[in-house]
């Protein structure tokens, strides 16, 4: 065990962990953070997606002793009233279905985005093929992250 | 101000039983009674003529549902057809989950389970009619609470956006301004429900209610439940049905931190198969997870322990050209059909175990007490464990608690109440509340699968071209026995399974079925036993009519329109509504148009039985090598009859086709030595992302009842892919088609 100060959204959370406690659990259980998602625990899903220092890494996959000095952005941190471009769009394209996988997708698109403003359709299956959402909200997440890129180009 | 905080506890009953309107009612203290924020402002008790409905003085209105949300959209849907009747302003309406200790008194019956109970298709069917006349009665006690007011009579007002106007002079009262007469006057015994054509929400592409939480996270799901003093258990099961546990050393999980004991359980069979298993419970998921890799367990299989897919497929090719075990459905002359005479074709189709697969791996907590049990987490049918936990426990029902939550995908796996029982087994043992979290390798090689199935198909003709036999042996490893046990009198599965899944004019048809015994535990998923027939039915017929040398959509077609409605085994199945959505899709698809070279179109249609709703799917595909296709265009064209919320519709068959497309393209669940072979994303691999076609919903606007519209999207997609693949040279027997070669770009 060991303690760490995770910066989750620019606030500070302090933890006591095993080292190699997959940073999903630390997010999740002791930091409170439930908005991201177990999914697979592999790196298969993308359910678990968030930022490390603005990349999207799969938290179920890296040990929280490799991401406490970094900055790490969950689905919390995006905007807590929906105002964040990326959750406009989602919005704007009724995208969730049962929601539980969006999180992660929301994450994955968010950081295409901030890389590549103007993703084409093939930047967008290369970005977001590696998040699986069961009930099938493909079509509607490539028409939001179009929105999305949209958006940001008029603020 | 108020006069009687206790009345908000005491909810009419409409009339009582014998005629008339009864609405839904509830018990004191139960359901849809949450405080909203304006309660303690409201100038007296809110109206609430329902379990489902509450109307507060300072205007806010709360729909509540009883149907589990797990993305096919209840939390909009239904409410939206309250909202309808009522005549409420919608953006004003909070939409709300009632808690399952609401107890729902209805005059009507549920169609199967409960009012909680959330499958086949069933929610806006069975809630339709109740929560139309909810809104109505709503609506009729405001609008006789103005008209009193205004001492006229009430067929000089008119109701629109949450208000009453007098036509006379345009006067106009809010609904939250009426409250405090209207809770004085009696629930309408009867009332008068809109024609749909004055529908103003119903028929509405409305956003969901319930994205905002969604997006930003805050949506609980089973998976967060977070309840004082817990602990987390994750579980080693036995890797074969109906074994047990022979010995358990658990001294390395000591040397982990944060490892508490290890708790052992026996399984369970019917009517719900449990695998016996070794809970590791520890202070947080992770500690358990790690202790569990360390565990050692010693398992006494049992003799079941040899099973395979390969012999069980085996089985069923040899018992499918025996005499079948259930006769199902016979027309005409059976015996002819067993002789067909003149031209005949005979194929065999066979379709893999699946898993659900949700992408929220299934998840319970449980707290058992001295006298009682409380459980909380996700389920579509929370009646159903009710009486297993009571017996198990030795315990009243009624001091059995389940606080539910929101579904991260559920298709028909929280149907099976497996995991609940296993939480409980488990927290009986220990004395704080447990968390018992499945990984995804224990979720894939631990479900409820889809039967494997198999089917034998025999057609024959005359020499001028007509129809004379269809015959359908269906072969499966049957979800009733294991609910029933193996002395079941309906081994089929609901519905008698293809006897009603055909709609074909055809004058001698043999319908059979035989369950082959396999020890993998089944359940439903998405579009169930539809699903598997429709896929050999669909394809068959497209096979007799290119042996034929028939158009396969005219001989559908020409099929169709002899075809008299089905209504025997308490079908309402009308051919010519399965003709006109086969035609939408083809006519969108340009099936008469010339094609680019190296395109072809499949086509399939059905009446999804139980709904009862209809849906066809035309793909084109390119073939861009031989075996080698790409998917060019899905189109879509559904008939649910009215369609509450086409918004909502769309998404149900957008989604269905990408869980149909990961069973026809590559969804497979093989068993050896009587053990789950696949046990990730990564062989059991659902559709990506990139691998998702465009596809265009149409669909046919109708005044019929309201159909479902969760798995009307699934049962055609395969039928129609092996049919473009058939069109171009070669097709696909089996599912999925990988197995035979099938490559796709």
């Not at chain 2, 402002?41 to 797990?70: H, N, V, W």
């Not at chain 2, 006298?371 to 030795?394: M, N, R, T």
């Not at chain 2, 494997?452 to 269906?474: E, F, I, P």
Request: aromatic share 8%.
């Amino acid at each position: 065990m060991a303690a760490y100060t995770l910066q989750i959204n620019d606030k500070q959370y302090k933890i006591e962990a095993d080292p190699k406690m997959p940073l999903l659990w630390a997010i999740r259980d002791l930091a409170g953070l439930t908005g991201t998602k177990y999914g697979c625990g592999i790196a298969q899903c993308g359910a678990c997606t968030v930022h490390l220092n603005g990349t999207p890494v799969r938290s179920c996959s890296i040990p929280v002793s490799a991401a406490a000095t970094q900055k790490i952005t969950t689905i919390e941190g995006l905007s807590e009233d929906n105002s964040h471009p990326v959750q406009q769009a989602w919005i704007a394209e009724q995208v969730p279905q049962c929601g539980y996988c969006q999180s992660g997708q929301i994450m994955t698109a968010t950081a295409l985005l901030k890389k590549n403003p103007k993703p084409t359709d093939k930047d967008i299956d290369v970005a977001m093929q590696g998040n699986i959402c069961r009930c099938g909200t493909y079509v509607r997440i490539r028409k939001a992250v179009h929105t999305a890129a949209e958006i940001m180009s008029k603020s | 101000m108020k006069t009687n905080i206790n009345r908000r506890n005491f909810i009419k009953i409409g009339s009582a039983a014998g005629g008339g309107l009864m609405l839904a009612f509830l018990l004191p203290e139960a359901g849809c009674n949450s405080n909203s924020n304006s309660a303690a402002a409201a100038a007296c008790d809110p109206l609430q003529p329902s379990a489902y409905l509450k109307i507060e003085s300072t205007g806010d209105i709360t729909i509540c549902f009883a149907r589990q949300e797990m993305g096919q959209g209840v939390n909009t849907s239904l409410p939206m057809i309250v909202a309808e009747e009522l005549d409420a302003d919608w953006n004003k309406v909070k939409t709300e989950i009632m808690s399952f200790d609401a107890k729902i008194e209805r005059a009507d019956k549920p169609a199967f389970g409960g009012y909680f109970t959330t499958g086949g298709s069933q929610s806006v069917i069975t809630d339709w009619n109740e929560m139309r006349r909810v809104g109505a009665a709503a609506k009729a006690m405001l609008v006789k609470a103005a008209a009193d007011k205004w001492k006229i009579p009430e067929s000089q007002c008119s109701t629109a956006n949450g208000a009453v106007t007098n036509k006379n002079n345009n006067a106009s009262l809010s609904y939250g301004e009426l409250v405090c007469d209207a809770i004085k006057l009696p629930v309408p015994k009867d009332v008068k429900l809109k024609d749909p054509k004055d529908f103003t929400l119903v028929g509405k592409a409305l956003p969901k209610k319930n994205l905002k939480t969604i997006l930003t996270g805050n949506a609980k799901y089973g998976i967060d439940v977070k309840v004082p003093g817990m602990v987390y258990a994750v579980v080693e099961r036995c890797p074969v049905l109906g074994g047990r546990v022979k010995s358990v050393d658990d001294s390395a999980c000591k040397q982990v931190n944060g490892f508490v004991k290890t708790i052992q359980f026996e399984g369970t069979s019917a009517p719900m198969n449990l695998h016996a298993g070794v809970a590791v419970i520890a202070s947080n998921v992770w500690s358990a997870m790690k202790a569990r890799n360390v565990l050692k367990v010693v398992w006494d299989e049992g003799n079941k322990n040899h099973e395979s897919t390969d012999e069980l497929f085996a089985k069923f090719e040899s018992r499918s050209k025996q005499k079948p075990a259930n006769e199902i459905y016979t027309k005409g002359d059976a015996a002819k059909a067993n002789n067909p005479v003149g031209n005949m074709l005979e194929s065999a189709y066979a379709a893999p175990f699946l898993a659900h697969g949700t992408m929220e791996p299934v998840n319970m907590v449980a707290s058992v007490k001295k006298d009682s049990c409380e459980v909380w987490g996700g389920s579509q049918w929370p009646e159903f464990p009710v009486p297993e936990i009571a017996k198990e426990l030795g315990i009243d029902a009624k001091n059995i608690k389940i606080n539910l939550a929101y579904i991260g995908g559920g298709f028909g796996r929280r149907l099976f109440y497996d995991y609940i029982l296993e939480a409980v087994k488990i927290a009986k043992q220990h004395e704080a509340p447990v968390k018992v979290i499945w990984d995804r390798v224990d979720d894939i090689r631990n479900d409820a699968y889809r039967p494997a199935n198999y089917h034998r198909m025999k057609a024959s003709w005359s020499n001028d071209g007509k129809m004379l036999t269809w015959q359908h042996h269906v072969l499966s490893t049957s979800v009733n026995v294991m609910l029933e046990g193996p002395e079941t009198k309906n081994p089929a599965e609901i519905l008698g399974g293809a006897s009603s899944d055909f709609w074909y004019d055809v004058p001698n048809v043999h319908t059979a079925y035989s369950h082959v015994d396999f020890n993998l535990n089944r359940g439903w998923v998405r579009a169930v036993e539809i699903c598997m027939n429709v896929f050999p039915i669909e394809s068959f017929i497209d096979e007799v009519a290119l042996k034929m040398k028939k158009d396969p959509l005219q001989f559908r077609l020409d099929l169709l329109s002899t075809m008299p409605k089905r209504t025997d085994q308490g079908l309402n199945q009308d051919p010519k509504r399965v003709a006109a959505v086969l035609e939408l899709a083809a006519e969108k698809i340009g099936y008469s148009s010339p094609r680019q070279a190296n395109h072809y179109i499949g086509l399939a249609t059905h009446a999804f039985a139980f709904c009862p709703s209809y849906a066809a799917h035309a793909i084109e595909i390119e073939m861009v090598g031989p075996k080698k296709f790409r998917i060019i265009k899905v189109i879509a064209a559904v008939d649910c009859g009215i369609v509450v919320n086409p918004d909502g519709m769309k998404n149900q068959i957008e989604g269905g086709l990408a869980f149909a497309l990961s069973q026809a393209l590559k969804g497979e669940i093989t068993v050896k030595n009587s053990r789950v072979e696949q046990d990730s994303f990564f062989n059991y691999n659902p559709l990506r992302f990139n691998e998702m076609p465009d596809i265009e919903v149409h669909y046919i606007q109708s005044n019929e009842t309201p159909g479902g519209i969760g798995e009307v999207g699934l049962p055609t997609v395969a039928p129609a892919l092996c049919n473009a693949l058939a069109a171009a040279g070669s097709r696909p027997y089996r599912l999925p088609i990988k197995k035979d070669g099938f490559e796709w770009v």
